[in-house]
């Protein structure tokens, strides 16, 4: 997979005191983490998690199977200083990870954080949330446009840290030329639609940091109740180095204008062979002058 862009942005929000969000951005790894605890640990947990996404060297995994062992390593670390500074007991943070690997991009989820995939004019929320007004949804007690209204819909089911091991969803989804890839917490998804996401991508496509910069100015505009966080990527064509193939191509786009019909090969030949013919006709013409 070749990345084409990518952009993140994160803002307070309108109602909120502090930003308890953080993000990566360092591809071709991407994150979002939406922390919560009291005080400053929602900082805290958001920020300490980020940082160990970053900087852990995963050895020889790779797929699936590194980006869990990424969150886990986060949960550990997160669980570790909650358990040694009181301050900070308890805290946790969501965790939604994207890694663009050769054959695809893969997914790391814990939480209500989402990633989304918008290809050929549709977008698709690739993650499941882990809330409760989810697991109320999926056992059908309660309906989708109730969940979005719901005064408990930010509680959690899944978190990173709060326990000494998580269960992280990880997958690998196919990724094509064109593909945008969100990922974003739950201040952007409850403050606007989907079809607005969607809408918002298909006009700022080409400009991704303009993309981020709209998403959160509309989440601010449907009322900011909470930290706002999106990070977006795109995939581009194949980066082909193969210079056999690439130079004819190469050659045919820079070539200059077909040439005009002075300066071709063919009708310079032409024109020597008019000016020979004349020449012929008029030796001739002289030839039998003198001889009569
Ligand atoms: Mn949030």
Not at 8 to 14: E, I, K, L, P, S
Not at 276 to 289: C, K, P, Q, T
Request: hydrophobic share 40%; with cysteine; net charge negative.
């Amino acid at each position: 997979m070749n990345l084409a862009a990518y952009s993140g942005a994160t803002d307070t929000g309108r109602k909120r005191r502090r930003n308890e969000d953080a993000y990566v951005v360092a591809p071709p790894l991407f994150a979002v983490a939406d922390g919560m605890g009291g005080a400053q640990a929602g900082e805290i947990a958001s920020k300490l998690a980020a940082t160990v996404l970053e900087d852990t060297d995963s050895g020889s995994l790779s797929g699936p199977e590194r980006v869990a062992s990424l969150i886990q390593e986060a949960n550990r670390r997160v669980h570790e200083r909650s358990n040694t500074d009181p301050a900070t007991s308890g805290m946790g943070t969501t965790m939604t990870v994207a890694l663009v690997e050769s054959d695809g991009v893969v997914i790391g989820h814990v939480g209500d954080s989402r990633a989304y995939l918008v290809r050929d004019g549709g977008i698709e929320q690739i993650t499941e949330d882990h809330s409760l007004v989810n697991e109320l949804v999926k056992t059908g007690r309660l309906s989708s446009g109730e969940a979005e209204t719901h005064p408990q819909r930010s509680v959690i089911t899944r978190a990173v840290g709060t326990d000494p091991d998580v269960d992280v969803d990880s997958f690998i989804v196919d990724a094509r030329a064109g593909d945008v890839f969100l990922l974003c917490s739950d201040g952007l998804t409850d403050m606007v639609s989907d079809d607005e996401i969607l809408a918002a991508v298909q006009e700022h496509r080409n400009d991704l940091k303009r993309l981020t910069k709209a998403l959160v100015s509309a989440a601010n505009r449907g009322g900011g109740e909470d930290n706002i966080t999106v990070v977006a990527f795109a995939i581009g064509e194949e980066d082909t180095s193969d210079d056999t193939a690439e130079m004819p191509a190469i050659t045919d786009a820079n070539a200059p204008q077909a040439p005009n019909a002075e300066t071709s090969p063919a009708a310079r030949a032409r024109l020597v062979l008019t000016m020979l013919g004349l020449l012929v006709v008029a030796v001739a013409l002289l030839v039998w002058g003198l001889l009569r």
